[in-house]
Structures are given as C-alpha cells and as structure tokens.
C-alpha cells in the first residue's frame, strides 16, 4: 500500500475540503469559506488560562474582522461536549461569546 505524502502548504494555496462537527453546527469548509477570507487557528485545550485569552481575544474584535470579510474558526483536539462546556464557562464568568465555530478534532484528521 502506498503511503500518502502531504506537502506544506503555501500562501495562495487552495485549502483542502472537511466536514466536521463544531460549537456551532455541522460545517463544510467550503460552505462556510465562500466569499471570504478564513482565520483558521487552532489552540491545545479547552479550560486552559491561554488559549481563554487568545479567543476571547478573537471573539471581542468580530466587528473588525466581519468589516474585512474574514470569518474566524477555532480547532482543538478536543470533543464537542467539551468546547460547547468551555464557550458556556466563558460567557458565564466573562461575558465573552465564542460565536464562531470551534472543530472538534478527536481523530486529528482536520489537524
């Protein structure tokens, strides 16, 4: 059997297309990235002090981001159950609200 090589990908490339389950829904990438441009980042875990601030920081700049036509969108390895847990927390103690999608990646298919 053959093995599959991946190349790094490059500034201008296409990104590949993916199905998954996140905070806000079912999502297809090229459904969601259609017209737009995507900021697709990824953090270790939920419930941890540092990736809480980074996408809250995210989070509080939607005007800025939404006025330049970039949609925003979060992956971890972590399960639904526990993102949807933690965006709940957040908005709870901060009053910060994750309104974009967060992957759930437990197979690290997407990463």
Known sequence: ????????PRIGDMAP??????TTGKLK???????SWVIFFSHPA???P????ELSGFAKEKDFFAAHNTKLM?????????????VNAVHEKTDV???FPIVAD???EVA
């Open 97 to 99: 609200l994750f309104e």
């Open 106 to 108: 437990i197979s690290m």
């Open 74 to 86: 979060g992956l971890s390895i972590d399960s639904i159950h526990s993102h949807i847990a933690w």
């Open 1 to 8: 059997m053959e093995e599959k090589v991946y190349s790094m």
């Open 46 to 48: 939920d419930f941890t």
């Open 17 to 22: 297309d993916f199905e998954v389950v996140t």
């Open 29 to 35: 990438f090229s459904d969601y990235n259609r017209g």
């Open 50 to 53: 540092v990736c809480t601030t």
